[in-house]
């Protein structure tokens, strides 16, 4: 457990807070960490509660993932930058042999 600062901004904000996270935080908690500043005040609630993603470079991450996890695979240094933007609800596949239009 060790506390971790990054600079968080929630996409559609234009203001990027100082967050702490901690090593053991999921990124789903870490994207909450960050959304609490801006969902509500400057950026509207979503209508679902579908969540959040973290991203890094542009990049989503795996939500699931700890951020100890992402500190040694990307080896992220204090107040790396990370935005947070609502997660985008997941499409029904499609059945076999079913036509796109």
Sequence with gaps: MAAFPITGRF???????????DSEDTL????AKVA????GRRVARPADEAGYDV???GRV?????TFG????EHQI???QWFDVR???????????GAVRV
């Design 77 to 79: 240094l204090p107040l």
């Design 11 to 21: 996409v559609g904000d234009f203001v990027p807070h100082l967050v702490a996270v």
């Design 86 to 96: 609502i997660r985008e609800p997941k499409l029904p596949a499609a059945e076999p």
């Design 69 to 72: 996890q992402v500190i040694a």
């Design 61 to 65: 991450l795996d939500p699931t993932a």
């Design 55 to 57: 991203l890094l470079d």
């Design 36 to 39: 609490v500043h801006s969902i």
């Design 28 to 31: 789903d908690e870490v994207a």
